[in-house]
Structures are given as C-alpha cells and as structure tokens.
C-alpha cells in the first residue's frame, strides 16, 4: 500500500472551497484514494461528506492511502496539493 502523511496546508483546514478542491483531485486521479487522520479511520477521498466528516484543522496530519495501479503518482500530487493549500487544482492533477 502506498501512503503520504502531510500536514493541512489550508488555514482553514479541509473545510468547504478546499475540500472541494481536494475532492475534485482525487476523483481526478482515477485512482481510488482514502484519507484520513492520522490517528483516525480512513474514509473514501473522492466523497465531499466523507472529506468534511473528518474535520481536518489547518496544520494537522492526514495520511493519503492507495492499494491501487498508479498509487505513488497520485498519492504524491494530491500529498502536494494538501500540503501547499493550493487554491485551484494544477494543471498536473
């Protein structure tokens, strides 16, 4: 299984505009994704309700998890989204 721990770079945390930055890119990858916190359980990344649900804080750590073909690629665009709070998705998600 391939995994990133990154910390929240929103403010705001994973709340609303960016949650649903978030959701759009991991639906994007095509690579069915979880998220979750690091001391919770993990929950489908492409889910708006399921991303809001966890009420992820601005600094705190998630952890990104993918059993899937084409993981690690994923798993690292989405990893740099998160971590640099990005306020649109890149051309590269």
């Known amino acids: 299984m391939a995994e990133r721990r ?18 759009r890119a991991a639906t994007a990858s095509g690579v ?3 998220i979750a916190k690091a001391d919770g359980s ?8 399921a991303v809001l649900g966890l009420g992820a804080q601005g ?3 998630i952890v990104l ?10 798993l690292d665009r989405l ?4 971590e ?6 890149p051309e590269t998600v």
């Open 65 to 74: 998890a993918s059993e899937a073909d084409g993981a690690e690629v994923a």
């Open 84 to 89: 640099e709070g990005l306020e649109e998705l």
């Open 6 to 23: 990154v910390n929240v770079g929103w403010a705001e945390g994973l709340h609303a505009r960016p949650a649903s930055i978030f959701v």
């Open 59 to 61: 600094g705190e750590e």
């Open 79 to 82: 990893a740099k989204l998160v």
């Open 42 to 49: 993990p929950v489908n990344a492409a889910s708006m309700l």
């Open 32 to 34: 069915p994704v979880t």
